[in-house]
């Protein structure tokens, strides 16, 4: 196959990356003029293996990120969505790590996959480990730094979370499945519904993924938190859903528990006194 140079090499690259993107209008003659078979094999045919090879390239990606989510469609299935995703949503970032990025999306807004609830959780869910495991490092603060804080500094004290760490709210018990998809030992469970959304938490330790669920009190405290509260202003919140007649004394130590649980997983990696 030779392409020859009839116009300037950047025209030539961009006419190249828009037919492996979008095909050409003629299969037979995909660049007219531009690119000439051999005795072999005509031109469609010979541009024809770069375009499979390309979305062959996207779909080994995407069952890479969305190994359960495979699982549970099984090949033909998965190869479905994964084409209509490729011609939907085209890789537009220079590394390929990030092209899966909008198939949680795209499940959740998209006929027919919208319809199925459970398949936008087990994306969710697996592209939040993805995200997690490549999140950058950060040291986390331990208990003695914290002890160390002056009890006049405690009311507008704030924290800053480890990059790694991801919150989401799922409606099935896709992490099992996850889980059981990753061990390999036979095929995994289906999922099931959980009733109501369940809290959950991601974060790394080291090279370790580690995730649990949540009671909805730590949810809401972690999700204020996270978004600039200080402690006490954690413990007027916590006050505000407890018995009325204890809040006062029983909302600081609930709120030191979640600091605690917090800092003994490794999520809190830095304080302020302005939070």
Known sequence: MTMPLRMPLADLQFRFQDFLL???????????????????AGAGEL???????????LMEVLGEDFKALKVFL????????ALAYIDQHPSRHPSIRWFGQRLPLCLATHPPYRDEPVLRDLAAWEWALGEAFDAADADPVTFEQVAAVPPDAWDGLGFTFQPALRRLDLEWNVPAYRAAV???AGAPEAPAPSGAPVPWLIWRRGLD??????????ARALDLVRAGAGFG?????????????QAPEQAPGRAATFLRTWIDDGLVCGLSADG
């Open 209 to 218: 993924t580690l995730y649990r669920s949540m009671e909805a009190d730590e």
């Open 22 to 40: 979008n095909g050409g209008d003629d299969p037979q003659d995909p660049l007219p003029g531009l690119v000439s078979g051999t005795s072999k």
């Open 74 to 81: 099984g090949e033909d299935g998965f190869e479905t969505l």
């Open 47 to 57: 541009m024809a293996v770069y375009f499979n090879a390309y979305r062959l390239r």
């Open 182 to 184: 990753e061990d390999g």
């Open 233 to 245: 202003a954690l413990c007027a919140d916590l006050a505000q859903t407890m018995d009325p007649e």
